[in-house]
Protein backbone atom coordinates (compact mmCIF):
# COMPACT_ATOMS: atom_id res chain seq x y z
CA UNK A 1 0.00 0.00 0.00
CA UNK A 2 1.08 3.48 -0.80
CA UNK A 3 1.25 6.59 2.02
CA UNK A 4 -0.20 9.26 1.58
CA UNK A 5 3.26 10.91 1.18
CA UNK A 6 4.12 8.74 -1.72
CA UNK A 7 0.84 9.04 -3.58
CA UNK A 8 1.82 12.74 -3.49
CA UNK A 9 5.59 12.54 -4.44
CA UNK A 10 4.72 9.94 -7.02
CA UNK A 11 1.56 12.44 -8.61
CA UNK A 12 4.31 15.12 -8.78
CA UNK A 13 6.44 12.95 -10.77
CA UNK A 14 9.37 13.16 -8.03
CA UNK A 15 11.90 10.26 -6.79
CA UNK A 16 13.21 10.24 -3.25
CA UNK A 17 16.51 11.33 -3.94
CA UNK A 18 14.80 14.72 -5.81
CA UNK A 19 12.62 15.43 -2.72
CA UNK A 20 15.31 13.94 -0.23
CA UNK A 21 18.28 16.41 -1.85
CA UNK A 22 15.00 19.50 -2.12
CA UNK A 23 14.75 18.91 2.32
CA UNK A 24 18.73 18.57 2.92
CA UNK A 25 18.62 15.04 4.10
CA UNK A 26 19.80 11.67 2.69
CA UNK A 27 17.48 9.70 0.62
CA UNK A 28 17.70 6.86 2.85
CA UNK A 29 16.29 9.73 5.59
CA UNK A 30 13.64 9.97 3.25
CA UNK A 31 12.59 6.91 2.53
CA UNK A 32 12.06 5.76 5.92
CA UNK A 33 9.87 9.11 6.65
CA UNK A 34 8.01 8.31 3.86
CA UNK A 35 7.52 4.28 4.73
CA UNK A 36 7.17 4.60 8.41
CA UNK A 37 6.53 8.37 9.40
CA UNK A 38 9.76 8.09 11.34
CA UNK A 39 10.88 11.84 12.00
CA UNK A 40 10.67 15.36 13.80
CA UNK A 41 7.42 17.64 13.65
CA UNK A 42 10.14 19.92 12.03
CA UNK A 43 10.89 17.57 9.02
CA UNK A 44 7.13 16.41 8.71
CA UNK A 45 6.25 20.64 8.59
CA UNK A 46 9.22 21.17 6.17
CA UNK A 47 7.77 18.20 3.94
CA UNK A 48 4.39 19.65 3.78
CA UNK A 49 5.62 23.05 3.06
CA UNK A 50 8.03 21.64 0.07
CA UNK A 51 4.46 19.67 -1.52
CA UNK A 52 2.29 22.84 -0.51
CA UNK A 53 -1.21 23.03 0.62
CA UNK A 54 -2.81 21.78 -2.81
CA UNK A 55 -1.26 18.87 -1.45
CA UNK A 56 -3.82 17.88 0.74
CA UNK A 57 -0.75 16.54 3.06
CA UNK A 58 -0.74 17.76 6.91
CA UNK A 59 1.68 16.27 9.53
CA UNK A 60 -0.52 13.82 10.60
CA UNK A 61 0.03 11.96 6.89
CA UNK A 62 3.72 12.37 7.47
CA UNK A 63 4.21 11.67 11.09
CA UNK A 64 1.52 8.52 11.48
CA UNK A 65 1.53 7.40 7.42
CA UNK A 66 -0.40 4.00 9.01
CA UNK A 67 -3.74 5.59 10.17
CA UNK A 68 -3.94 6.93 6.97
CA UNK A 69 -3.48 3.38 5.08
CA UNK A 70 -6.13 1.80 7.78
CA UNK A 71 -8.88 4.35 6.41
CA UNK A 72 -8.29 3.33 2.69
CA UNK A 73 -9.02 -0.21 3.27
CA UNK A 74 -11.98 0.06 5.63
Do not use: C, N, W
Amino acid sequence: MKTPLKKVREARKLTQKEVAERLGISQSTYSRIEDEGKTTREKAQAIVSFFGTDSGLSELHVLYPARFLEQEAS
